[in-house]
C-alpha cells in the first residue's frame, strides 16, 4: 500500500524567501506526481505533472523535481510571496489503478 | 478555461437522509472520480468511473454510496442513509485519459454536513 509524507508539516517564511516542500513515498509503481495548491475551504488546484520517467517541471516561479528511485519529489518555490499561503499537497498516480493517493500537506504561510 | 464545476457547494442533512453531490466534468473527458477528505485529514480516494461502469472503489465506497451518469453531462455520487461521518467535502475530478501524463482536474467541492 503506498504511504505518501509530506514535510514540514507547516512552514512559516518572511517573504521573499526561497523554499522547498518535501514529498516521499514508499512504493514506486507509480504513473505521474501531481503538485496542488488548496486554499482554506476550497479545492484543489492543480501546480504541477511531473511523469514517471521525467526528472523536473517548471511553471512560473514553481520548480518539482521527482527522484522515483528513492521515491522522493520536491516542490521548489522562488521569491515567495503573501499570495503563495496555502496548503501544498502531492499526490500519486498510481500504476495499479487509476486513482490518485494524496499527502497530508504542507501548511504554508509566508509572511509579508 | 474549461474546468469542473459541482453542485451545490454546501449540503447540509439529518442524519438517515438521503443526499445526491452533482457534477459536470470537463465536456471532452472520459474518466471521472469522486474524492472525499473529512477536515483535517487526507484527501481520499473514492471511485473512478470510465464508459458507463465503476472502473476502481476504495473500501471507504460500500453499499451506502453509489455513482452515476445519467446524461452527457452530469456525474452524480449518491449517498444513502447518510451517517455522521460522510461529514466532509467532496471532490469530482475528471481526465481525458489514464495512466501516463495524465492530469486529474478538480472541481471545487461540494461540503457534505450530517447532522
Known amino acids: 500500500k503506498q504511504e505518501v509524507t509530506q514535510i514540514p508539516a507547516a512552514l512559516s517564511v518572511p517573504e521573499g524567501e526561497n523554499l522547498v516542500l518535501n514529498c516521499s513515498f514508499t512504493?514506486?509503481?507509480?504513473?505521474?506526481l501531481q503538485w496542488f495548491r488548496q486554499d482554506p475551504g476550497k479545492g484543489l488546484t492543480s501546480l504541477l505533472l511531473?511523469?514517471?520517467?521525467?526528472r523536473e517541471q517548471t511553471s512560473g516561479r514553481l520548480n518539482a523535481s521527482l527522484d522515483k528511485s528513492s521515491g522522493r519529489s520536491t516542490l521548489y518555490i522562488a521569491a515567495s510571496q503573501p499570495g503563495d499561503s496555502a496548503t501544498y499537497l502531492c499526490?500519486?498516480?498510481?500504476?495499479?489503478?487509476?486513482?490518485?493517493?494524496f499527502g497530508a500537506g504542507t501548511i504554508l504561510r509566508v509572511k509579508s | 478555461e474549461p474546468e469542473v464545476t459541482q453542485t451545490p457547494s454546501h449540503q447540509v442533512t439529518q442524519m438517515g437522509q438521503e443526499v445526491i453531490l452533482r457534477c459536470v466534468p470537463i465536456?471532452?473527458?472520459?474518466?471521472f472520480y469522486w474524492y472525499r477528505q473529512i477536515l483535517g485529514q487526507k484527501v481520499e480516494f473514492l471511485v473512478s468511473f470510465y464508459n458507463n461502469e465503476i472502473s476502481e472503489k476504495s473500501e471507504i465506497f460500500d453499499d451506502q454510496f453509489s455513482v452515476e451518469r445519467p446524461d452527457g453531462s452530469n456525474f452524480t455520487l449518491k449517498i444513502r442513509s447518510t451517517k455522521l461521518e460522510d461529514s466532509a467535502m467532496y471532490f469530482c475530478a475528471s481526465s481525458d485519459t489514464s495512466g501516463g501524463a495524465v492530469e486529474q482536474f478538480f472541481g471545487p467541492g461540494t461540503r457534505l454536513t450530517v447532522l
Open positions: 511531473i511523469q514517471s520517467s521525467q
Open positions: 499526490a500519486l498516480n498510481m500504476e495499479y489503478g487509476n486513482k490518485l493517493v
Open positions: 512504493d514506486s509503481a507509480i504513473y505521474n
Open positions: 465536456s471532452n473527458h472520459l474518466y
